[in-house]
């Protein structure tokens, strides 16, 4: 039998506390095994947000700090301005690093501030029972919309790759997804290219991962897999939107 | 409308709605989901407003510049998001804008937990923004209560132009109890004319400005002695508590919203073993309620205040006692709630001392 | 009256609604009631309760310390709540999921396969009917019809084609007291 599944030193031992089909699983094991492989687990500080992976702090294996509600950017701002050689990376979801805590990370994007965003977005409120996010979908029924996302009363779902990539500070911007093996793989080189801008000093990195909640969309993990590729890939397209690193220009 | 069965989040919300508010602003946070879920359904149906903010900075701006334009507005969160709002009610107890907040308080400090918590009572009586405010605090304990007590905000914040706020827990938000909206007093929810608010100068000649800026410091100071005015007001006019086999009492507990009912359970507890104890359920947090304890003092011997903190109202339990009894403290926190039979153990310990 | 109810098990067993329609139907009866549950994350399936108040007296504490009346859905719940039923009470255990037996001499104790009848029904979502038909039999805290018309109520119009499937849950929990001879009843106490 083939292994298929080898535990990266990146995590902790403590079981994740997702829901069956939740795929922050997922880009965890992935961001923990590009710090693993790009060696840099002794030097990672990441910041863990307010959200469903609000215990992220129990599962990567390097320090951890936790921020209040979107305030993850200003925080990793503050460490990595105290060690500037380390890596330092926020993981965050769609509330906090889009609607709450918007403006620190546009700030970080415009400073050009080295550190590594990874953001999770499944376009809803996931720990606090499915309301709208800044990301749900136009129609998109939710706790808060129980009518449907209308522009006329919550406007339009912000594309965040394609704002930050205005910005100067800005060094690496990619949107994946993982609703298959693969985008995730796929995934993985983004996150590594992230981590790589910002061992290079390049500055703002960000991958915005589109991810399923199967628990607040109401739907089987299939079927979420599959909304994200029918609907969200549509509106979100994936791509590199901002990218300053010279090999991965060259190398496609 | 008979009696519903109702969560005292859904009741909140709906008593706004009957109280005329007919505008929300809020951002989702547990335990008081239910009520920006409500609004999120009702308000539509009202043909009133329904707004997630994108944060409860945010938010509170909005009630600030919704509320100066004269609406009955409503905005409501727990412990972490109300410490966001502090620069923003600040400012609006500045500029004297009528609004109603309510905090459906959680364990903290920082993010803290999610389970029922009173732990914000100094940041809800004694400022918690900058500058000299006040909030005039009302605490619920039941669900009916709840309904009632909300219109009365409303009416309240309109009467003295400054923010009330509701004062409740994880606790009290997520129970459900019958209420009966009939029995609210209708005439509290008649809106009156707000000539200072910006609505548009239309024929008028005066134009109207809210705000709380002012450098010249002789003007600064007279604003700040105005409101106070206003506070002295509603220290007469708003004063709510309750008694509760207070006159006979050889200890009296003093616990607000729903840890009240749990000393109310104790005191039936204390009954069964023959030991007399009373309860005084300050109603009104601030202004604090002192009339009961210059009522009870002389004959009491100890006062034990109980709470879901480390020892808040107990100051200001101990100024209105004012040194003349002892006043002693438990308190659990994080989530926890003081036991009936913890409560017992301590009047005993009371009763134990010379 | 002054009964005082606990309901538990995992979340996903419909504990929280056994509550709710205890709680509309006392207050149908006009009783005082309060109803409070667990709450937290939407999130990993775990342990839901509620506590459930009925009385002729205004409710005090909505939290329940001594109750007269424990449901224990699954093991967890049986091993936690056991000990807060006063004497005289009663326990109600979901056989199906609990093999384990009851401690306590001085109580009720009513074993009821609710999982496997609730099978047999065709609907694996009604064994806390079943339960809730037995318990209401049992300590007649309300009405049985108040029960009925409270189904009606909690599961509301876009559920309403589930009313007639939990009727027949709840009257086949109903049926097993009905059905207990007066030497099992005895046995019982
Ligand atoms: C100041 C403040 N406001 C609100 C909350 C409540 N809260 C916790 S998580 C969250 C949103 C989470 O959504 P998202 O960031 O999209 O993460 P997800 O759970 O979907 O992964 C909110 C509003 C809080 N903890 N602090
Ligand atoms: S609520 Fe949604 S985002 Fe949160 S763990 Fe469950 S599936 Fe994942
Ligand atoms: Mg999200």
New binding site residues.
Partial sequence: MAVVFQKTKGLTDTPFHYCPGCT?GIVHRLVAEVMEELGVLDKAIGVA??????FAYEYFNCDMQEA???RAPAVATGIKRVHPDKIVFTY??????A??GTAETVHAAARGENITVIF?N?A?????GG?M?P?SLIGQETLTTPYGRKPENNGYPIKMCEMLSTLEGASYIERVSVYDVKHVLNAKKAIKNAFTAQINKKGFSMIEVL?S?PT?WGMSPNEALKWIKDKMEPYYPLGVYKNTLEEVKQNG | MAKVLMKGNEALAEAAIQAGCRHYFG????PQNEVTAYMAKRMPEVGGVFLQAE??VSAINMVYGAGGAGARVLIT??S??I??MQEGISYIAGAEVPCVIANIMRGGPG?GGIQPSQSDYFQATKGGGHGDYKLIVLAPSTIQEMAELVQQAFHIADKYRNPVMILGDGMLGQMMEPVDFDILKKEENKIEEKPWATTGMGTRSKRNIINSLELDPQVLEKHNIEIFKKYQKAAKEEVRYEMTDCEEAEIILVAYGTIARVAKNAIELAKRENIKVGLIRPISLWPFPEEPFKKTRDHVKAYLTIEMSMGQMVEDVKLAVNGQKEVHFYGRVGGMVPEPMAILEEIKKIRGKK | MDEKIIFAGFGGQGIMSMGLIMSYAGMMDGKNVSWLPSYGPEMRGGTANCHVTISDEPVGSPIINEATVVVAMNRPSLEKYEKYIVPGGKLFINTSLIEKKAERKDIEIYEIAANDIANELGNLKIANMVILGALVRATNITKFESVLKALVEVLGPSKEHLVSINEKALKKGSELIENLNDKQKSHLE
């Fill in positions: 922050h947000p307010v959200g469903c992976a609000v209040a509600h979107g965050q979801g769609d509330g906090d690093l609607a709450i999770i499944n809803i409120y996931g720990m606090t309301q996010a990301t991810s909640c607040n | 951002y989702p946070i547990t944060s409860e969160s727990s972490p998001g410490s966001l993010l």
